[in-house]
């Protein structure tokens, strides 16, 4: 009889598996940009969110070599929550703080161009902890075929199509162009609760372009 045949290299095989480190790194940029604003724009003293942000990723990586997916997402979860919360109440405080100006340009360019930042690489980090069930999720698969974001690799035909799975780089570049063109370029929306963080990530990102408008037009 002949032999039983094996999964996919793609399935079983470690190093198929989407790496973490540039989630990771990005998280930790966005506690280092937080450290970088005025004080009177942060939650709490500078060191604080990159601190707790720190503590919640060790257990976070721990759940996720230790294959406890559940708790992965959830620590991932909490994790984005926090930093989120974290660039939305600072972004309040630096509007609300305008008409005062109490804070000099230099101090409130400084400021939107952090936020400005910082959220691109928390809905970069939303996307992919979020598309297509999260990574955890993708890992399981041997190719990305659908989600909440069409890829062009999802579609182009040839021999990335029948193992293409995206990274945090793709998510990152589909941040990067809804807060710079207010659009996904060549990579259509497909899910509403996509098309509402879109929404919600181009309006932080035309709020801080503002500010700074606003500011260097008082400069001028």
Known sequence: MPANKTESPALTDQTAKEPRWPA??????????????????????????????????????????????????????????????SMVWSLALLIAGLPSHRDSPQLLLRAAASLWIANVLVFASWYWRLDGGGPN???????????????????????????????????????????????????PVLSRWAKIMMMVQALISLTSVVVIAARAVNIL
């Not at 182009?156 to 293409?164: L, R, S, T, V």
Request: hydrophobic content about 50%.
């Open 24 to 85: 990771i790194l990005a998280i930790l940029a966005v506690g280092a940009l937080d450290s970088a604003l005025p004080e009177a724009l942060r939650f709490g003293p500078y060191w604080l969110l990159l601190a707790i942000v720190g503590v919640l990723l060790v257990p976070t990586v721990i759940a996720h070599r230790t294959g406890r997916h559940k708790l992965n997402d959830l620590l991932g979860h909490t994790v984005l929550g926090i930093v989120t919360a």
């Open 137 to 187: 999720q993708r890992d399981l698969r041997e190719a990305h075929t659908e989600g909440a974001f069409l890829f062009p690799q999802m579609l182009a035909p040839g021999k990335h199509k029948g193992n293409w799975r995206p990274g945090f780089v793709d998510y990152l570049f589909l941040a990067f162009n809804s807060s710079t063109a207010f659009s996904p370029t060549d990579v």
